[in-house]
């Protein structure tokens, strides 16, 4: 019984293995250490990598610690900069995906939006479209394929699907 | 398969993640092209005192400290001291066109892939490297009166 829960709290906190992040500020992101320091600040962040000529960073989870989005936004955002593009790369197993419908993944909610119905195996790249993780342009853009409130606040409403639980947060996701 | 494709990939990049060029570690070699197109090998200027700066035409920090770089040059290249300057801009010609305004007179490279500056783990530019004679990093972005009297020390 022990093995299994081990087993899993492995899995759960293994799912989101690595990201890719632009940040945008009043200033060049790669003409400053800011962000770079207050990433590898980040308690579940194993490395970062800057990749200079794209403007962004890559970056990788430790295996053992769940990655909080939220988290990895308030460290560039303390910095003085803001998320100007999010992509997360997620191990799925056989998960069946459609527009507009949100599917949890070992405590993690990832609510998907204008994709075409499909199963995913193995390692995706997830581009986050949440406000604060994008620019306000995409984010809206994003708006027209759901009707759901959570696409606003980002936190499951009374209403959603009895998956979720009400007041958990949802991330907003396209492939 | 795609999987394995990602767990190698993930594996190649933490072997460079732990090739960090530290202080007091030997500098590999670098060789990248010149404004001719000419390969410039780092190794080529052993015996002096190095400084790597990594730059580019669009980063303000990097063009602001040039005219102290000039400044530099000019008072301590003749007594051993040379700068190789590693642009990581995609378009050489906003290279080519701030060496001139610039008026930069040391060795100029450019990574336009940025594979020398993810060896080096470049994080964020202006960032320099001091080499001694040997060549072995004695300082990191080292800048302003350090850089100076790091010079008088090892040109001494």
């Known amino acids: 019984m022990l093995v299994i829960a081990l087993m899993v709290a492995i899995s759960a906190s293994a799912q989101i293995e690595k990201a890719k992040l632009t940040a945008s500020g009043l200033t060049c992101s790669m003409c400053s250490k800011a962000i770079y320091e207050a990433l590898i600040k980040v308690k579940f962040i194993e490395s970062v990598q800057a990749n200079i000529q794209e403007s962004s960073y890559s970056i990788s989870f430790k295996k053992d610690m769940p990655a909080d989005l939220d988290i990895l936004r308030k460290a560039v955002e303390g910095a003085g900069f803001s998320v100007a593009k999010l992509q997360v790369t997620v191990n799925f197993d056989n998960a069946s995906v459609q527009n507009d419908a949100m599917i949890q993944l070992n405590g993690k909610a990832f609510h998907f939006l204008h994709i075409e119905p499909q199963t995913l195996t193995g390692a995706q790249t997830l581009t986050l479209v949440d406000e604060h993780f994008t620019n306000a342009k995409e984010h809206k853009k994003f708006a027209q394929y759901t009707s759901m409130k959570c696409f606003v606040t980002g936190i499951a409403q009374a209403c959603c699907s009895k998956d979720v639980g009400v007041g958990q947060r949802i991330y907003h996701v396209t492939i | ?156």
Do not use: H
């Open chain 2, 1 to 156: 398969m795609k999987l394995m494709v990602s767990a190698i990939a993930a594996l190649l990049l933490s072997t460079t993640i732990y090739a960090q060029t530290e202080k007091g570690a030997e500098a590999p070699d670098i060789q990248l092209p010149n404004v001719k197109g000419e390969i410039t090998k780092l190794s080529s200027l052993k015996g002096k005192i190095v400084l790597i700066d990594f730059w580019a035409s669009w980063c303000g920090p990097c063009r602001k400290s040039m005219p102290r770089l000039r400044e530099l040059y000019k008072k301590y290249k003749d007594k051993g001291f040379e700068i190789y300057g590693i642009s990581l801009d995609t378009e050489k010609d906003s290279w080519k066109k701030a060496i001139f305004e610039d008026g930069i007179k040391w060795s100029q490279v450019i990574d336009i892939e940025g594979n020398v500056a993810t060896k080096w783990q470049v994080q964020y530019i202006p960032t320099s490297y001091l080499l001694d004679k040997s060549g072995r990093v004695v300082a990191i972005n080292a800048e302003g009166a350090e850089l100076e009297k790091l010079l008088q020390k090892l040109l001494g």
